[in-house]
């Protein structure tokens, strides 16, 4: 069964540390991404990537760090630079960096307590 | 600043009546246009989609029509059916990247 997989569904993180979000993908898709929902706006790009081991900051990079060592693997670290964690993160693919339908995973809900 | 606007937060509608959500953009680079589907505590799902060189997609319940002078798009949902509240989300592709929309929270009333 094809699809997207983030874990954890919910996460808690204490102010100062850092924590991993997982996203694995096993639909051979080359494009990954990561966006951040907010109420009341949109999806915002964290960063992408478009093949192994490359990957390029989205609109809000800042505070968020990721690696792309496999191409199933997209995993996205919120570090204790990012001055506003709290947040629904997902996670999406797509074939290509064509990008004309981003497969979406069902999201890690981190909350900064 | 948001290139992408979808003004109106909520529509309520009843069941068997038409939705019409709109979406209005400012860049005029953006060459494929999208609609997500949302339920709370879940990813979007693709909807449908729309090249900037059509005006007009239909995919069974649902169409998009694109107004590109107006820099405009809507998505009809006919008939309109209690599975489809959800949050609704509009977005436009620059090379790579799509940008999204705030998003439309429809509600079908019985």
């Known amino acids: 069964d094809g699809g997207i997989t983030q874990s954890p569904k919910y996460l808690f993180r204490k102010e100062g540390q850092n924590v991993t979000l997982s996203c694995e993908q096993n639909?051979?898709?080359?494009?990954m991404y990561w966006y951040r929902q907010d109420p009341g706006q949109g999806l915002r790009l964290i960063y992408y990537s478009q093949i192994v081991n490359d990957f390029q900051k989205g609109d809000i990079a800042e505070g968020y760090s990721v690696s792309r060592e496999k191409k199933e693997s997209f995993p996205l670290t919120v570090t204790s630079a990012q001055k506003n964690p709290t947040a629904f993160y997902l996670c999406?693919?797509?074939?290509?960096?064509?990008?004309?339908?981003?497969?979406f995973g069902q999201g890690t809900r981190l909350t900064v307590v | 600043d948001q290139q992408v606007k979808q003004n109106s937060p909520s529509l309520s509608v009843q069941e068997g009546r038409i939705s019409i959500l709109n979406c209005d953009y400012t860049n005029s680079m953006f060459d494929y246009f999208l609609w997500y589907k949302k339920y709370p505590a879940e990813g979007p799902t693709f909807l449908i989609s729309i090249s900037s060189i059509k005006d007009k997609n239909e995919d069974g319940r649902f169409t998009v029509f694109l107004n590109k002078s107006a820099k405009h798009l809507s998505l009809h949902i006919v008939p309109s059916q209690p599975g489809d509240s959800a949050v609704y989300f509009c977005?436009?592709?620059?090379?790579?990247?799509?940008?999204f929309g705030a998003g439309t929270t429809v509600t079908v009333r019985a």
């Open positions: 999406a693919s797509s074939v290509d960096r064509g990008n004309t339908e981003a497969f």
């Open positions: 977005a436009a592709r620059n090379d790579y990247k799509l940008s």
């Open positions: 639909l051979n898709h080359d494009a």
